[in-house]
């Protein structure tokens, strides 16, 4: 019977899953590389690549970029210079970073700009790393269905074609902004739409399902048809904000565990009581990341929490 570990490891506020299987290894986003995510912290936080170096991990044969924002994006190029991936997927045409341009971080006038931008840099210099040793950059969109390991396959649910059109667009709209003004206005507009940009993938293991969703909130499943949303595991979006959620998508889903990728000092509200709550009401049991405090009970520092599926119904998981 195929079994799969899935370690969501502790990168502070953002996302870093990794998927193995018997010689196989996936990572799905990487966290940030903001030196102040890292230090002075109690909770166990670690950087990916730093995590990656300490583990039996010696190759990547799938990354995933689900959408290209800091906390998602900028850990996985840090990986990747460890491990450059034999394919890269994520949501753009596999040749648009050659028409991108590196961006002068400099005009930022403030910290999300600067995030955003960044993780646009780190994009490009993701993809020249992927292809400089020899791998592939594959755009994957809503309909696509891969086989990546033995008895394990991947379903992607979103976005759909028109969506990555759209994405596409806005993009170059950035690139080709007049002007400081101008060019503020567009990535200032985009940084706040990228987050239902976000691929969203339903793995399949034997008799058992994981939605994985990025920073997809509770308005971005509208696309997809509530029988396709079932799944045993869920790693709720957008870091468990109040927005992550609702009755309707948690119902739906229906999982017996629940992921939230939330920070320690549940930055911008992430692992929300009112979003917790809704999980919690349909029988989740919830697991985190990072150490945030929910209904007063704290997990223990940890650098992992570590997921196995593929054994009948059951979910074994366990803080690291």
């Known amino acids: 019977m195929a079994t799969l570990k899935l370690t969501a490891i502790n990168v502070g506020y953002g996302e870093a899953l990794l998927l193995q299987q018997e010689g196989f290894a996936m990572l799905i986003d990487g966290g940030g590389n903001e030196p102040s995510e890292f230090e002075g912290n109690r909770s166990g936080r670690i950087r990916l690549a730093e995590y990656l170096a300490a583990s039996d991990v010696d190759h990547i044969d799938v990354m995933v970029s689900t959408h290209t924002h800091e906390d998602h994006l900028c850990g996985l190029y840090e990986a990747a210079k460890l491990y450059p991936p034999k394919q890269l997927w994520q949501t753009l045409p596999a040749d ?41 950059i594959r755009t994957l969109c809503g309909g696509d269905c891969e086989t990546i390991a033995d008895g394990i396959s991947v379903e992607v649910l979103a976005p759909g074609r028109e969506r990555l059109d759209t994405l596409e667009a806005q993009m170059d709209g950035l690139y080709e902004a007049n002007g400081r003004e101008d060019f503020l ?31 997809t909130n509770k308005a971005g499943f509208s696309e997809i048809a509530s029988n396709k949303l079932k799944a045993d595991f869920f790693k709720v979006g957008h870091h468990g904000q109040i927005d992550g959620v609702d009755e309707a998508l948690a119902a739906a889903v229906s999982p017996k565990a629940v992921l939230c990728c939330a920070s320690d000092d549940r930055r911008y509200n992430s692992a929300h009581p009112v979003s917790m709550g809704i999980l919690k009401n349909v ?27 593929g054994n009948g119904s059951e979910i074994v998981a366990e803080y690291k």
């Open 96 to 136: 648009k970073y050659r028409s991108f341009k590196m961006l002068d971080t400099g005009k930022a006038t403030n910290p999300p700009q600067d995030k955003f931008m960044h993780a646009l840099n780190d994009y490009i210099s993701l993809c020249e790393l992927t292809v400089a040793n020899g791998g592939a």
């Open 185 to 215: 206005e567009v990535l200032n507009a985009l940084d706040g739409k990228l987050n239902n940009y976000s691929l969203i993938l339903k793995i399949i293991v034997g008799e058992q399902t994981l939605l994985l969703p990025g920073d």
């Open 283 to 309: 029988g989740a049991e919830l697991y985190f990341s990072d150490c945030p405090e929910v209904d007063g009970v704290k997990p223990a520092p940890h650098h992992a929490v570590e997921f196995t599926f």
